[in-house]
């Protein structure tokens, strides 16, 4: 049986999908771009704000079934320039410590 997560803490899904689902003990997220949760904007043209507001917003994502980053097995990054990688990496890399 699955369960569809929602939080009003991260951004509402723009599209056919849910912002994460529970099957059993597993927690799918998907889709974590960097809107505002407020706003529904995108935070700013740089990556690295896009990234902590990506990463904010999985954080209340998986807050709101009580997990952490500690949990997260698998992710996938979708960049339009790698030049950025390092900038991002950095940033994406602290919130798994």
């Given at each position: 049986?699955?369960?569809?997560?929602?939080?009003?803490?991260?951004?509402?899904?723009?599209?056919?999908?849910?912002?994460?689902?529970?099957?059993?003990?597993?927690?799918?997220?998907?889709?974590?771009?960097?809107?505002?949760?407020?706003?529904?904007?995108?935070?700013?043209?740089?990556?690295?704000?896009?990234?902590?507001?990506?990463?904010?917003?999985?954080?209340?994502?998986?807050?709101?079934?009580?997990?952490?980053?500690?949990?997260?097995?698998?992710?996938t990054?979708?960049?339009?320039?790698?030049?950025?990688?390092?900038?991002?990496n950095?940033?994406?890399?602290s919130?798994?410590?």
């Amino acid at each position: 049986m699955k369960t569809i997560v929602s939080t009003t803490e991260a951004p509402a899904a723009v599209g056919p999908y849910s912002q994460a689902v529970r099957v059993g003990q597993w927690v799918f997220t998907a889709g974590q771009i960097p809107l505002d949760p407020k706003t529904g904007q995108i935070v700013s043209e740089d990556i690295a704000e896009q990234t902590r507001q990506v990463l904010n917003n999985l954080t209340a994502v998986l807050k709101a079934e009580n997990l952490t980053f500690d949990h997260i097995i698998k992710t996938t990054v979708f960049m339009t320039d790698l030049g950025q990688f390092q900038t991002m990496n950095e940033i994406y890399a602290s919130y798994f410590t």
